[in-house]
């Protein structure tokens, strides 16, 4: 566990990183001057990531670096919450779940064993609709059994667009959101917010990572008009603002993130290999650094005026941008998503050593 002194340095840097001062009501204000401290838009990513990443301590146990959920995994779509959960797993998470459909749970077993499987989920095909219901209904009820334990929940890595399916995962966004369990939305999550955005609008632990086309489905219905790449910060800060303050990491060459009141950019790193699955990886980094990111503000006394979700969404996409820079390295052409992962540990291990 932290000492007081190191929690407290902790949280002075943290403060300084986003550019202001330990005091709700000043909190609007600095942060918006902040916009415009330092170099720019840049945040001090890996400042802010030796921060929040908690020291490897005897004296803690299992679970207490964190217990990410992900939600998603069908009979197509396997790899994606496979590389969402174990990569939380490598950057440094205690344990890390994946709730999937009965179809894909045999297969995402055979890929690790560190991984805990829950084969619940179903999809249209298999379910009968005098049998929806109460299918549905048992589908919460065994993830409600679990959502008090887990610190981030990673809703859409493979999840697929079959109608069934995602009605069960509504409900169990709302029932995360009802528990305030920080949701960290990617993929076919994005599709099903994107259509009903009550279900994260006015939720501060609620995180969009969207690619470019998942971006511009979402101008185009919250803002509508088009993405507007010459004013791409101020245009992200006023989607993440009209959704009711929700972060949203906008992925590109540099990856822009915003909670409503202030927006920073993270472009250290990074590769121009653009294999499938590295946005799987970010999800899941992110959702291990928002837990560390909660806990370390939690540690400390009174309150604090720092946003967990905007210091883990930039801490997440440093590390990513790191292992995927230090991968091409390496493999050049042939750089895949597994390289990607391999490279998380030795990437943390460099900017924030574990001795």
Known sequence: MFGSSAIIRRQEFLIRALGGRCNNRTHHSYRSQSMMSGSGLEADALGILRSITPSLDPTRHKGQAGKIAVVGGCREYTGAPYFSAISALKIGADLSHVFCTKDAAPVIKTYSPELIVHPILEESYSVRDEDKKSISEKILAEVEKWMERFDCLVVGPGLGRDPFLLDCVRNIIKHARQS????????????????????????????????????????????????????????????????????????????????????????????????????????????????????????????????????????????????????????????????????????????????
């Open 180 to 355: 305030n369990v920080p949701i960290v939305i990617d993929g076919d999550g994005l599709f099903l917010v994107t259509n009903s955005l009550d279900l994260v609008s006015g939720y501060p632990l609620a995180i969009l990572t969207p690619n470019v086309n998942e971006y511009k489905r979402l101008v185009q219905k919250v803002l509508n008009c088009e993405v507007n790449d010459q004013d791409a910060p101020q245009q992200v800060l006023l989607l993440a603002k009209w959704i009711g303050g929700v972060t949203i990491l906008r992925k590109g060459i540099s990856d822009l993130i915003s909670d409503g009141n202030t927006v920073r950019s993270v472009s250290m790193f990074g590769s121009p290999r653009r294999c499938g699955g590295q946005g799987d990886i970010l999800s899941g980094g992110v959702a291990v650094f928002v837990s560390w990111a909660r806990q370390c503000i939690s540690s400390a006394k009174g309150e604090s005026a720092m946003n967990p979700t905007l210091l883990g969404a930039i801490a997440g996409s440093a590390l990513m941008r790191k292992a995927a820079s230090l991968a091409f390295e390496n493999k050049r052409r042939s750089t895949l998503t597994g390289d990607i992962i391999e490279c998380l540990g030795r990437s943390l291990e460099e900017i924030c050593p574990a001795s």
